[in-house]
């Protein structure tokens, strides 16, 4: 895996199981735990969402179509993407005035370090409002 410096219209948010953080300057720093990273994008079904809502924002159905997992498997891993910062919500209207949750991806990068100070793992996140990539 390679690791990219941030550029100045990045954040990266890193998650040590050390402590200590690689961080840039003006970055936030997660309480997250690797291991809980890790596990999440472990999971195939997981790995489909995000993969889903990486290049657009979609709601919960549009995603659970496109990745063959039902509506409650999606609801699940968005849930715990979400809690982990690299999926966000937001409400979205139709003309008939029926809402929905569209999600869309956060990060833009995890990367998983293993060095003399143990396991690491730095999500790069997109600003706000941008899609990832952009």
Partial sequence: MTMQPPSSE??????????RSDATSGSDEST??????LELIGDANTRA????????????????????????????????LEALGLV?????????????????????????RLDADGLGVSVRTSPEGDEPGE
């Fill in 10 to 19: 990045q954040s990266e948010r890193t998650t040590e199981t050390t402590g």
């Fill in 32 to 37: 997250v735990d690797p291991a809980t990273v």
């Fill in 49 to 80: 969402v995000l993969g889903a809502v990486a290049g657009q924002p979609r709601s919960a159905r549009e995603i659970a179509e496109a990745t063959d997992v039902s509506r409650v498997t999606a609801y699940r891993r968005l849930d715990r």
């Fill in 88 to 112: 966000d919500s937001t409400t979205a209207f139709d003309e008939n005035g029926h809402h929905h949750e569209q999600y869309r991806a956060t990060c833009e990068r995890v990367v998983v």
